[in-house]
Nanobody, 110 residues
Framework: HLVESGGCLVHAGGSLRLSCAASGFSFEHYYMGWYRQAPGKEREEVSCIDSNYDRTYYADSVKGRSTISRDNATNTVHLQINNLKPEDTDIYYC?????WGQGTQVAVSS
């Protein structure tokens, strides 16, 4: 079970911190990923972090203004995005193995 939160409407240039709470998994053993998807478009991987905290990936679209982090003690993963742009408007999904959360909506106004 994955539950995302933190999405909202923000102005361009603002920041958001998305969170994903996992339950029912051996969380510490898995890569965790954030994806995003707009209506009619393919789901895009935004960022991921490995189980040991030491390897991360960022899509070019968010590289340099995003930070992914995880807390294995609380089974949560976060995605901080700064300097938000209108093109960041999407539904953001948390992913663990084959499981997905319900998504959290991010909307960035220009």
């Amino acid at each position: 079970h994955l539950v995302e939160s933190g999405g909202c409407l923000v102005h361009a240039g603002g920041s958001l911190r998305l969170s994903c709470a996992a339950s029912g998994f051996s969380f510490e053993h898995y890569y965790m990923g954030w994806y995003r998807q707009a209506p009619g478009k393919e789901r895009e991987e935004v960022s991921c972090i490995d189980s040991n905290y030491d390897r991360t990936y960022y899509a070019d679209s968010v590289k340099g203004r995003s930070t992914i982090s995880r807390d294995n003690a609380t089974n949560t993963v976060h995605l901080q995005i700064n300097n938000l742009k209108p093109e960041d408007t999407d539904i953001y999904y948390c992913n663990l193995n084959m499981y997905w959360g319900q998504g959290t909506q991010v909307a960035v106004s220009s």
